[in-house]
């Protein structure tokens, strides 16, 4: 066949699939959400193209001579086969497979497929689970290819036990500006027959995947804990640092990075992957208190995992993973313990008491403990909520029983006054501990300081405050715990005007997908619309930065927790001078997801333009741009370049800033699409 006969026939099916393509398109509508290039491409292009990746094994066997196949189906989104080599349809797709088993009465993988990795530190080398190379595709239909691999299964394999085929994929369409789209796939079987029993089911990609939006590595076409525990087993080990990437060990000492017993001791935790790159956890904080075991230990509900009760189960190498000063063998902290038999006869699952040697009650965080009486706050009323009148605020507050606390019972509390509501630029706090209060727990306080006299619009009155209270923790020891009661935000109007709300931006509950439990200034501060009050746009650390230190850094909210979750991404310093003159410094914290993922904290769309025309310039004494407009400031929260900040005063003027113009809604530069995947 001629070339110019082949490029005819190529011609010609491309024609085919397209004229498939746009008539399947014509009757179905496409699925794409606005983080993904896809929903801003023509629509001519998404016909033809028909980007995402779907892929399914849909058998595998391992013959009688170790020979191992697996049978996998490659389609787009809405079911039309694609083709590997990306001849008839858009972008080819790159293939790599994986073949492991469950050895019997073991618990974790085994696989067939390795390398030797050889360190060029140290010269030593390991054998690596790692993918299949050299193996053969036959293509069986559209779409179906079967994969062979050049790896065997050894002579004498057990038929019997749980056998597992991984492949992850990538389907290249950056030609199309539509990036690379990415898809993995498992697939259990038992080749002798009969129903799989044996799995590794500890935790579900579902839990990480509320952290880290879709769990991935490696550039991100192996997603899914499923895929990972393949490899990530005791049998693979880092030559170079001698560190174990069993999945049991790596996720729990990547979690503790900077909680590590090796790490405060100066050690550092490390990972050396491809290209000799090196990965270093030794400064990652999880964001909730790490005994939080539940946190990625489902036990119940949709993202339960059927073994997730294994975190119960004491053992070396779990246990080990984050106390990772213990020696076991030679009895250092620990007795000495030569395999796992004896873990729970101590260490079992549950005890009768908080902060008993079981693995719960070791695991109890005191903040948490059930010995807590608790602390509510209740609003009942306001008089003189006027401009230039000092208010009067009713409240109680009560333990979880209902019994009444004294204000002077309270180690802290205060009344915290804020306004407008169209973006908070005043705001004071007074302590209430001195509030006389009723037999049925009812206190009244007076502000001192009187609202406003120019004073128009909404305002918000919050009260935050905690006892302390002593506890008994392990061995019976006292432990000095603080009890905080959630913050009660009202807002109201000053001059009869319909109270007008302040904007809600993000929510707690997008923020405790990571934090669980998000409160700060010591548990004082619980409440998303509490923390805008203080942390506005005329705020500073000012009151705590020591001169030396100037210029001061902006705490306003905005600007500040992009800062913050952008910090190892950042280019300039981030230290904020917090209260007693404590240094928080933000320049290694790595946000779990994507940094572009803005909807993984706002809401209602509220990171698009434009703002709300009410909105105050901030003060961001230490940037590049002081005194920033509302989107400049929110912008250069993960902008910090001097490039960037050039671009936001070219397009910012006495009238304000042009921001709309290029990365309105409508815009070929709409800030959604800009941060699209």
């Known amino acids: 066949m001629t070339k110019k006969s082949l490029r005819f026939r190529v011609g010609l099916a491309l024609l085919a699939v397209l004229a498939v393509t746009i008539s399947i398109a014509a009757t179905q509508n496409h699925t794409f959400s606005a983080r993904d290039k896809a929903f801003y491409a023509d629509a001519r292009t998404i016909s033809f193209v028909r980007p995402g990746l779907d892929l399914k094994i849909v058998s595998a066997e391992v013959a009688a001579d170790g020979t191992i196949r697996a049978t996998v189906r490659i389609a787009d989104p809405k079911g039309v086969p694609l083709d590997r080599d990306g001849i008839v349809s858009p972008g080819a797709v790159a293939m790599s497979f994986i073949a492991a088993y469950i050895p019997q009465g073991q618990t974790q993988y085994v696989s067939y497929t390795t390398r030797t990795q050889v360190s060029n530190i140290t010269s030593k080398s390991a054998i690596q689970a790692a993918a299949d190379t050299g193996g053969t595709f036959t293509k069986t239909a559209d779409g179906e290819y079967v994969y062979t691999f050049r790896t065997k299964a050894p002579s004498g394999f057990d038929a019997n036990a749980t056998h597992t ?169 620990h007795i000495p313990q030569v395999d796992d038999a004896n873990c729970t006869t101590c260490h079992y699952p549950e ?195 020591p001169a030396a230190q100037a210029p001061n850094e902006s705490v306003h909210f905005g600007t500040m927790v992009h800062r913050i979750h952008a910090g190892n991404k950042q280019i300039r310093d981030f230290t904020i001078f917090g209260f007693g003159g404590s240094v928080n410094n933000f320049n290694s914290v790595g946000f779990p997801n994507e940094l572009n993922n803005c909807a993984a904290c706002h809401v209602n769309g509220s990171e698009q333009l434009p703002l709300a025309a009410t909105l105050s310039d901030v003060q961001d004494p230490r940037s590049f741009v002081p005194l920033a407009g509302p989107a400049t400031a929110v912008c250069s929260g993960c902008h910090v370049s001097k490039d960037a900040a050039t671009h936001f005063i070219r397009n910012s003027s006495s009238l304000g800033e042009s921001c709309t113009v290029c990365h309105g809604p409508a815009t070929d530069q709409a800030v959604s699409k800009v941060h699209a995947k």
């Open 165 to 333: 085929i991984g492949v992850y994929s990538s389907r290249l369409l950056k030609e199309f500006d539509l990036g690379t789209n990415f898809a993995s796939a498992t697939y259990n079987f038992v080749p002798g027959g009969g129903k799989v029993e044996a799995v590794r089911d500890v935790i579900k990609s579902a839990t990480c995947n509320k952290c880290h939006g879709e769990i991935n590595a490696h550039g991100g076409a192996r997603r899914g804990v499923e895929m990972c525990v393949l490899c990530h087993t005791p049998q693979t080990v880092d030559p170079d640092t001698g560190n174990t990437v069993d999945l049991a060990v790596m996720a729990h000492k990547i979690h503790a990075g900077s909680k590590l017993p090796s790490v405060q001791d100066g050690g550092k935790y490390q990972i050396i992957g491809f290209n000799n790159t090196v990965v270093d956890y030794s400064k990652v904080g999880f964001p909730p208190d790490i005994r939080n075991c539940e946190v990625c230990h489902v036990q119940k509900g949709p993202d339960a995992a059927s073994q997730a009760n294994r975190v119960n189960a004491a053992n070396r190498t779990a246990c080990g993973s984050c106390h990772d000063n213990i020696d076991f063998a030679k009895g250092d902290i």
């Open 351 to 545: 005890g009768v008491r908080e902060f008993d040697i079981s693995v719960k009650g070791a695991h109890t965080i005191p903040e948490r403990s059930t010995q807590l009486p608790g602390t509510v706050f209740s609003f009942v009323d306001v008089k003189d909520f006027v401009a230039g009148k000092n208010p009067t605020v009713t409240f109680t507050v009560k333990d979880n029983k209902g019994n009444p606390v004294k204000p002077s019972a309270l180690t802290a509390l205060s009344l915290v006054l804020g306004g407008p509501t169209t973006d908070y630029t005043n705001y004071w706090s007074e302590s209430a501990l001195a509030a006389p209060s009723t037999a049925d727990g009812r206190a009244t306080y007076t502000f001192t300081r009187p609202l406003p006299a120019d004073a128009k619009g909404s305002y918000t009155l919050s009260m935050e405050g905690y006892r302390t209270i002593t506890i008994r923790s392990f061995g019976n020891l006292p432990v000095t715990v603080r009890d905080p009661g959630k913050n009660f935000v009202k807002t109201f109007s000053i001059d009869n005007s319909p109270v007008a709300q302040r904007r809600q931006v993000v929510s707690l509950a997008k923020c405790n997908n990571c934090h669980i439990n998000l409160s700060l200034h010591g548990g004082n501060r619980n409440q998303i619309e509490a923390c805008v009050i203080c942390h506005n746009p005329a705020n500073t650390d000012a009151a705590r930065r």
